[in-house]
């Protein structure tokens, strides 16, 4: 699907098959690209082939990037097809496993919102942001979601303010605070014959608009390419002539978290790191009718992994391995 394509104008049933073809073409990406499959068969309603994709992927989690974050996805699918218990179930068994990853946390949050559940809402969204974010640290962009949603569940139980709802407060860019964007009360005036009332709410969807468009821009993260030991040296005998690019792995490694950093400290955000492998790059560089030892190719294979949703965000959450493979605490390898 074209990123300028209109939502209405999509065949989400075509265009799930498609990405079920490509998923057989690059088994690599399998999970990613069956996981969009999916989310357009949610959104064609075809629920019941949504939950055979996420069960096909689950058949086996050797391999899966995140099962946590397909468990809860389906577990979002099946409570609205009338899969109550089941769905339960599964976000249950979610919450036990405390996964290291914000995104099923805020799944399994938002359903249960969705379905009037709030209090185990606001409790599932307390327990991820305690899990992630730990006293006296600063939340990454993926933490946010997290911090939010609790917010806004919070406001709808008409509970005080708290540390984190401050910290949500403070974090939130839009011009409309979030106190604003998250009252229940907000219902209300769009019913107003009062034309004033009507032009505030006006501004305030404007305003949430806009930071779902900012959000959506950039669908996939800016990723810089990371070469493992192996393949880079691989890379290198095939293709003498990258050795100028990549004088020595180390020298590699330490250019990959300066770049990011000097990114994040220019405001860029939504950052991340594709590994890339020496047969999939000679694949890249044949499609695109040049040689692997064009370098003006890397960036654009860089951008293409990350499209395919291979990259990994950056920097690591707290207490993870870094990503340079090393096996360490990122905070004592490269985050140091």
Known sequence: MRPDTPAENVDHAAEAARLERTAGLYPEDAEALLLRAAAHLEVSGDRTAATALYDR??????????????????ASNLWEYGHEAEAR?????????????????????ESLESHDELEAAEGTFTEGATLLL??????????????????????????PHDTWDTLADSLHASPVSLDELHDPKRIWSLGS????ELQAEISRLRAELGAYREALSRPFPVAVLHWPAEELTEL??????LSS????HETHLATIESSLRELS??????????????????????????????????????????????????????GAECWCGAGQVYEGCHGA
């Not at 911090?147 to 139980?157: C, E, P």
């Open 134 to 159: 730990p006293e006296g640290t600063e939340p990454m962009p993926s933490i946010h979601p997290l911090l939010y949603g609790r917010h806004r569940v919070r406001r709808m139980l008409g509970l």
């Open 265 to 318: 400290s220019s405001g860029t955000a939504n950052l991340g790191i594709v590994t890339g492998t020496v047969p999939s790059y000679e694949a890249f560089a044949a499609s695109e009718g040049t040689t692997p030892e064009d370098m003006t190719l890397l960036p654009q294979y860089a951008t293409t992994l990350a499209a395919r949703g291979r990259a990994v965000a950056w920097p690591p959450l707290r």
């Open 57 to 74: 992927l689950l058949s086996t989690t050797d391999g899966l990037e995140n099962p946590p974050l397909i468990r809860a996805l389906k």
């Open 193 to 196: 014959d009062n034309p004033a």
């Open 245 to 248: 690019e990549y004088p020595t």
């Open 89 to 109: 179930a599964i976000i249950e068994g979610i919450r036990t496993t405390a996964p290291r990853d914000p995104a099923p946390w805020v799944i399994v949050a």
């Open 236 to 241: 290198l005998s095939a293709y003498p002539t």
